[in-house]
């Protein structure tokens, strides 16, 4: 089993930046792949950005590339997102979540075992 808590959300102006975390217990972090994804009222959950379990490849969604910044520490079993220029389109719920081996990353939320339980992020415009 793994655990995952987020925290960092908040309210926000446009423009602004946030740092999420993901702080994950009970599994070998470092053999785990980790993503983050988000979900707006209405919505279907949509992947944000996610780092494989080597931590040397990142992946993002064309709607964040250039803005957000996921990395993950293994020696501290945690998981960062950093977002810069927010938008009011990146409002919604984030969440963190993980795979064991032999995922290596997906942009899939099903091909993720364990989540959090999300942290709200709103932007103002």
């Known amino acids: 089993q793994v655990q995952l808590v987020e925290s960092g959300g908040g309210l926000v102006q446009a423009g602004g930046s946030l740092r999420l975390s993901c702080a994950a217990s009970g599994r070998t972090f470092s053999s785990l792949a980790m993503g983050w994804f988000r979900q707006a009222p209405g919505k279907d959950r949509e992947f944000v950005a996610a780092?494989?379990?080597?931590?040397?490849?990142?992946y993002y969604d064309d709607s964040v590339k250039a803005r957000f910044t996921p990395a993950r520490d293994n020696g501290k079993n945690t998981l960062y997102l950093q977002m810069n220029s927010l938008k009011p389109e990146d409002t919604g719920v984030y969440y963190c979540a993980a795979g064991p081996p032999p995922l290596d990353y997906s942009r899939d939320y099903r091909e993720y075992d364990y989540w959090g339980q999300g942290t709200q992020v709103t932007v103002s415009s």
């Open positions: 780092c494989d379990w080597k931590a040397i490849n990142t």
